[in-house]
């Protein structure tokens, strides 16, 4: 990806598209035209005709509706920390104290 030297890090020319690695975990990137600023749109194209640049776009966030899955997504993303060869017992033991953590923080 060829950059321009007058603009800002990670802020590349339309001439330099971006492909689907660069989207979000949507399929998104942010754009930028003259006339409307800065607005999110899908990576292969960009909606408004005057479009000049573009950048990378966080991913979104997982929305959890059921709090069980809340939990074991904010454990998962904890045990990641460990190392990884830990045994079921050591994750099982651990896992409770988490739990027990989790729900006296008001999170069940």
Same mark, same amino acid.
């Given at each position: 990806?060829?950059?321009? !030297?007058?603009? /800002?890090? !990670? ?7 971006? #492909?689907? %690695?660069?989207?979000? !975990?949507? $399929? !998104? ?7 409307? @600023?800065?607005?999110? $749109?899908?990576? *292969? &194209? /960009?909606? *408004?005709?005057?479009?000049? *640049?573009?950048? +990378? +776009?966080? #991913?979104?966030?997982?929305? =959890?509706? #059921?709090? &069980? %899955?809340? &939990? ?6 904890? +045990?990641?920390?460990?190392?990884? #060869? ?10 409770? $104290?988490?739990? @027990? @953590? =989790?729900?006296? &923080? @008001?999170?069940?």
């Amino acid at each position: 990806m060829q950059k321009s !030297n007058e603009l /800002p890090e !990670n802020v590349y020319p339309i001439s330099c598209m971006p #492909d689907k %690695l660069q989207a979000n !975990n949507k $399929g !998104n990137v942010l754009w930028y035209c003259k006339q409307f @600023g800065w607005y999110t $749109g899908y990576f *292969h &194209r /960009p909606v *408004h005709s005057n479009t000049t *640049h573009w950048t +990378l +776009l966080p #991913d979104e966030p997982k929305v =959890y509706t #059921d709090p &069980r %899955l809340e &939990r074991e997504a904010a454990f998962d993303k904890w +045990l990641s920390q460990f190392p990884a #060869d830990l045994d079921a017992s050591a994750i099982s033991l651990i896992k409770m $104290g988490f739990v @027990g @953590g =989790y729900e006296y &923080r @008001g999170n069940a």
